[in-house]
């Protein structure tokens, strides 16, 4: 992996050095506004730095002779020689998706979460005096610091991964700070960039909302919509095959109302085939599916047809679960709508639990790309691209 830091007045302006040094594929690993010293502070604007990264798998923009060919979600591989430490003291603005409109909570928790680890360390070391090492002392610095991924709900054999390649590229008396600095860039590299939904110049794009009852895809599909309608001024469409539940077709009709977005109503293949030609001049037409059980193979070859009737380069599915189901039940939906197509990854209902190590293990486990966050039931407002750093700061905070 390739890390470097780029200096801007604006966090706009640094981006873009960035993405000009490293190519599209950067990741934004962090950022932070620097404060002019000295005297001349009177005189200087703060700058905003930000430091970013490259998987050293894809082809490095500034490297000629790098002809590796990317794949489409390669494995990580950590070079620690070439970390620039993360500054604890970060002026990161993040999204909203936690319910805050501020990070500072989350800052806090991962500054307490080193003063904590200082804390059992020193009280380790009191218990353990005969092997005061360096070497040691990082080992337990890491012990602690698997112990609180696990408190998360991260996935012990995650846990692992992360802890056996960070282990092997640390110095022998590297610090507490960059020893969580590094862990925590790993989870964000892993985590990657959110895939979001994007206009197509040349044709109509079909989004399915796929998952299982309750998980809340109608009211998701209505906060995806209202921003593209309102936002980007784009001609946006509903189709339903969702006439299972009595209330569904109805509470998608009350928004395609509010919204001025026309609704159709489809009961079968050959109807929403016929869509296609309706709506051919639209820029995306969101399609609400009916929620299925992800144990019952009937229900969901129902779907497969469904999504199929579009062609693979004209659709993109979104598989829609709950922040608060059970990680094992999570691992048999993704596993069971694994069969129907790829699919990227919307979390719901973030606002009932303190617990996002699920978003983490299954990101693992599926390799799907992270898309959206929602966070409560306003519509628009509830929800947002998935923000890696956040999670990070999650899944690392202190008690």
Known sequence: MIIKKFQA?????????????????????????????GIYRLFRKPLVEITAAIDDTSTYKNDKTAQVKKQKFPDIIYDASQVETVTKQSDLQTSKMYGTRETSAIEEKLNNLQSLLE?????????????NSPLNKNLTCIQLIY??????????????????????????????????????????????????INIEQDRPKFIFFIGPTGVG?????????????????????????????????????????????????VYNVDELENSKEEFADYDIIFVDTAGRSHKNENQRQD??????????????????????????DLVS???????????????????????????????????????????????????????????????????
């Open 303 to 328: 779907i497969e047809r469904l999504v199929d009737t579009i062609a693979e380069n004209e659709r993109e599915i979104y598989l829609v679960l709950s922040a608060t189901t059970k990680y094992r």
């Open 119 to 131: 804390k059992q360390m020193l009280e380790n070391e009191e218990n353990n005096k005969e092997d």
């Open 217 to 265: 895809k109608t009211t998701t599909i209505a906060k995806i919509a209202s921003k593209f309608k309102i936002e980007k001024k784009a001609k946006v469409a509903f189709i339903t095959a969702d006439t299972y539940r009595i209330a569904a077709v109805e509470q998608l009709r009350t928004y395609a109302n509010i919204l001025g977005i026309p609704l159709k109503v």
């Open 333 to 399: 939906i993704t596993e069971a709508y694994s069969e129907i197509a790829n699919y990227n990854l919307i979390f719901t209902k973030l606002d009932e639990t303190n617990c996002v190590g699920n978003i983490f293990n299954i990101k693992m486990l599926t390799n799907a790309p992270l898309s959206y966050a929602t966070f409560g039931q306003d519509v628009p407002d509830d929800i947002d691209q998935i923000d890696p750093q956040s999670i990070a700061k999650q899944l690392l905070r202190g008690q």
């Open 9 to 37: 007045n604006t966090e706009t302006d640094a981006i873009m050095l960035a993405k000009e040094e490293l190519g599209k594929d950067a990741i934004v690993m962090n950022i932070k506004t620097i404060s002019p010293k």
């Open 147 to 196: 112990n609180q991924l696990v408190r998360n709900e991260v996935d012990e054999k995650y846990a692992n991964q992360i802890i056996s390649e960070i282990e092997g590229t640390l110095k022998r008396d590297a610090s507490m700070d960059n020893i969580l600095s590094s862990i925590y860039q790993k989870i964000v590299l892993k985590l990657g960039q959110p895939k979001t």
